[in-house]
């Protein structure tokens, strides 16, 4: 259960296992190239390797210099401000005193500052990198830091994106699976809404920086109107990640409206923009973006104000990130052994023994990057909120006691060559941060080594999360693996999202409909980030008697899903559509469904109602041993939550009852055509009543269609939702009038039913025959063999028209003829296309030989089915369809001289 909003939750305490990954991109130097999805990055080159001599000097002071931290000064000393150009960095600068950055933003203002946001104590912006130098000069600045920003992207891959930006550049065709996985199809129709008057604010890198929202208002994936309350317009190059979260949230909930904000220009902009979108009337707020300096072990800036429009009545969501547990955190311990600074190395090894480097190894190319904190108190946290725009800034005097540096060395030696440093002065500074950098560009293999050591000050939590790049980097390396969700998504206001493909949930997989035992609700994504971090100091940087588990992250929804332009396509889900995956997806998808909630509740819902219903719906990931997944035992566990969310389940917890299925009059079936056009089946010319073939609302109704010979549901609908007056409705997929495959309901005998509340594929008839409102058995195209009418003022029960249905299903099993000629085909998909088991039945008109078979694309005959003699009758085989690569097929059934075909697809 969700405990109060402010109150404390306590869960499981889990080992992290470590994950084998793939590696990614890797990103170098001032001149920016593009990533792996595209965004362009840039970083500084990291120092030589200085002698011991060299040291010296650099720990002498470097004046001024020492206010910036290491990422800025190494653009200074690799020579980058002399030839930065029109080159900008993002920056996030500390003033000094209350009321300081009024002053400071001024002076910023004269050394070309761009895009400037401020609070009481931090000024944010671009800075032409020429003025690195001047910056530090000037009196009222006291520290001034380059955050780095980790976008979680299409792929699943936490990209790092730098604050350095190359230069200035000021410049509904698609459903996502979510709508069946998170079952948001049968939340609408059950409860009538579709996010109807809720605006969801989206912050991400960008919304239109490639002039694509046009074409997505124009083919419906997106709604008109969009309100953009801050775009990204610098050389970053946006990816429209922004959009492509609109576009599945708007799958989900196609009755929201939508607002942007940019999350990429700065942590006092990214905290600003939190209460922006709020305060633009945004009730639901979501992002996808983490930033290094966003505190660890405090609530900064940006969960302050999370925390404040929760307060007010909104509710956030986040991603909670793709990094898996690519992280190390321990207490320090102190080894005696002497660095650089004149203190003490930490050692990492937890045991009785002493090592004081952690080795890592890197390939050619691989990339070691991590942002460093530790539990002092910093000013990016702030006082407690008070009112909107004062809300942010640190108390008077809030700043770290201690200093902590981090080296990558070449060697496990006190005295080996350092390859990359982070040495911040912390207490000037005011943040307990540190971010180092280095690439391993020998050409081969080669094993570094980290080591901390603690300059100055107390014995505290350490701990450094993995930032882009290669997370089996850092999982492989030694001692590593620890909980990567921090900052705004371990904020107690933020409902954290964990990410299950949407082929993994049981919407879409027959394994984990069949094996619940053994994956629960969905197969977590590997690479959805641990929670577990503990809150260590409170607002004003006050230590906490006990640490606070936030429970992190809350649940897991979907990802992978559908959409126009953002991601890469993959083959086993048989469309052309682009995939985005990632929590990034997740994400979206949830705040989607916290809409649908708002709308059934009159946007009377607080956040942690909403949080409540969907974490005690959730339906357990089980982690434990024996499963599919791994880690932990059932239950809420650091990685998946509370379990995989359930829209429907939800929706009901919070809002009560579902619509009934309940027609103002007796339904009845007109004008029924079979299959008469050849591109839809069952369509009806109208659907309304017997006095004057009004047209009725059927939302809380589905529509499912029987086998009469197997008695088991082919194809099942929770879409009925309104009929409108002169329309017609067409049975056929969850957007209305689209096609259906020729096999998914068969063209023979059969019988289609409205029933009260939802139906699977693959149940059997007596499952749903007391939920009938209304049938009909057809025979061909050409006959409609019986029929059943009902309705609330019926004088019929649904006991009575169940058993109409069965007698006229009875009927056409027994005494019908069969279709022309000796042979009858009819495939039965759970569903078409199939991932699992296919049914085919056959029929001969009189005793005989039989070849039943499946033939690939090519011709090949790849299965036998049957091959002998059979009775007259009806027979069915079946096909572990499984095991066969995704692909096309053709079921042949040959009875004498005749033969039918079928066309199925199996899907992977």
Avoid at 111 to 121: I, N
């Amino acid at each position: 259960m969700r405990f109060p909003y402010n109150g404390v939750r306590h869960g499981f305490v889990v080992a992290a296992a470590l994950l084998a990954l793939p590696a990614s991109a890797q990103i170098s130097d001032v001149q920016a190239e593009p990533s792996a999805d595209a965004h362009r990055e840039a970083a500084a080159p990291a120092p030589a390797s200085p002698s011991q001599t060299d040291r010296t000097a650099r720990l002498a002071g470097d004046g001024p210099l020492s206010r910036l931290d290491a990422t800025l000064r190494n653009l200074v000393r690799g020579g980058a401000a002399a030839r930065g150009g029109d080159a900008y960095v993002q920056v996030d600068v500390l003033a000094k005193g209350t009321g300081g950055a009024s002053e400071l933003a001024a002076k910023l203002d004269e050394l070309g500052l761009e895009q400037t946001s401020r609070t009481d104590f931090v000024v944010s912006g671009l800075l032409p990198v020429r003025s690195i130098e001047a910056m530090a000069e000037i009196p009222s600045l006291r520290s001034a830091m380059a955050p780095h920003y980790l976008v979680h992207g299409p792929d699943g891959e936490d990209t790092y994106v730098s604050p350095v930006v190359a230069g200035r550049s000021f410049v509904g065709a698609v459903t996502g699976q979510a709508n069946e996985a998170l079952r948001a199809d049968i939340a609408r129709d059950q409860f009538g809404v579709a996010g109807r008057g809720v605006c969801i604010g989206v912050m991400s890198d960008s919304y239109n920086f490639r002039n694509g929202a046009a074409a997505g208002v124009a083919s419906g994936d997106l709604p008109d109107g969009i309100r953009v309350l801050d775009e990204l317009d610098t050389g970053r190059e946006g990816s429209d990640e922004g959009r492509a979260m609109m576009e599945l949230a708007y799958d989900v909930a196609p009755g929201v409206d939508f607002a942007f904000h940019t999350a990429f220009k700065g942590f006092a902009n990214f905290a600003g923009g939190v209460v922006d979108l709020f305060q633009a009337g945004c009730q639901v707020v979501v992002d996808d973006i983490g930033i290094s300096t966003d505190p660890m072990f405090q609530d900064g800036a940006i969960s302050q104000a999370i925390d404040y429009i929760v307060s007010q009545g909104g509710a956030y969501f986040s991603s909670a990130g793709n990094s898996s547990n690519a992280s190390y955190e321990s207490d320090y311990r102190g080894t005696g052994i002497t660095g650089p600074g004149g203190g003490s190395f930490h050692d990492f090894d937890p045991s009785s023994g002493v090592d004081a480097f952690q080795n890592v190894v890197l390939l050619p190319g691989q990339r070691i990057r991590f942002a460093f904190q530790y539990d002092e108190p910093s000013v990016l946290a702030g006082v407690e909120v008070s009112e909107y725009p004062s809300l942010y800034g640190g108390a008077e005097g809030q700043a770290p006691t201690s200093n902590y540096d981090v080296y990558i060395l070449d060697g496990p030696s006190a005295d080996a060559g350092i390859l990359a440093v982070s040495d911040n002065d912390n207490p000037t500074f005011g943040a307990p941060y540190e971010f180092v950098d280095y690439t391993n560009a020998t050409g081969a293999e080669q094993t570094v080594y980290v080591a901390i050591e603690l300059v100055d000050g107390a014995e505290r939590r350490l701990k450094y999360v993995n930032f882009g790049g290669t997370r089996s980097v850092i999982q492989n390396a030694e001692y590593a693996g620890a909980s990567t969700a921090f900052g705004h998504s371990n904020a107690e206001g933020t409902f954290a999202t964990g990410a299950a493909p949407w082929f993994n949930t049981p919407a879409f997989s027959e394994v984990i409909r069949e094996n619940p035992e053994l994956v629960g609700g969905a197969a977590v994504e590997a690479f959805t980030s641990f929670g577990g971090l503990d809150i260590r100091l409170d607002e004003d940087g006050n230590r906490l008697s006990s640490p606070i588990d936030r429970m992190k992250p809350d649940a897991v929804a979907s990802d992978g899903d559908n959409n126009t332009f953002f991601g890469g396509d993959i083959v086993s889900d048989d469309d052309t559509f682009p995939n985005f995956f990632g929590t990034s997806a997740a994400a979206p998808n949830a705040s989607a469904v916290a809409a649908l909630m708002l709308e059934a509740t009159g946007g009377a819902a607080p956040a942690t109602a909403i949080y409540s219903a969907l974490e005690e719906t959730a339906v357990d990931i089980l982690r434990g041993p024996g499963t599919f997944n791994f880690g932990s035992a059932p239950g809420f566990d650091d990685q998946s939550g509370f379990g995989f969310i359930r829209a429907d389940e939800a929706l009901a917890a919070l809002a009560g009852e579902p619509v009934a299925c309940s027609p103002e009059a007796p339904v009845f079936f007109a004008d029924f055509d079979a299959d008469g056009d050849d591109a839809t089946f069952g369509e009806f010319a109208a659907v309304g009543n017997d006095s004057d073939g009004a047209f009725v609302n059927l939302t809380g109704c589905s529509f499912a269609a029987f086998n009469p010979f197997t008695e088991r549901v082919t194809y099942a609908t929770s879409a009925a939702g309104g009929v409108a007056a002169g329309g017609e409705f067409v049975l056929a997929t969850q957007e209305g009038d689209q096609e259906l495959p020729a096999s998914v309901i068969p063209d023979g005998p059969g019988a289609i039913v409205l029933v009260e509340g939802t139906t699977e594929v693959g149940a059997s008839v007596q499952d749903v025959l007391d939920r009938v409102v209304a049938s009909v058995v057809y025979f061909n195209e050409d006959q409609v063999f019986g029929s059943a009418r009902g309705g609330n003022g019926a004088a019929r029960t649904s006991t009575d028209r169940g058993q109409s249905l069965l007698d006229a299903l009875a009927a056409v099993r027994n005494e019908a003829p069969l279709a022309a000629g000796p042979v009858d085909v009819t495939l039965v998909a759970s569903p078409n296309p199939v991932r699992g088991r296919l049914s085919v039945g056959f029929g001969a008109a009189e005793a005989g030989p039989v070849r039943a078979s499946v033939y690939d694309a090519l011709g090949r005959e790849v299965a036998v089915l049957a091959d002998g003699a059979f009775e007259a009758g009806r027979h069915e085989v079946t096909l572990e369809a499984g095991s066969f690569p995704s692909g096309v097929y053709i079921v042949r059934v040959s009875v004498g001289g005749d033969v039918q075909t079928q066309q199925v697809t199996v899907v992977r």
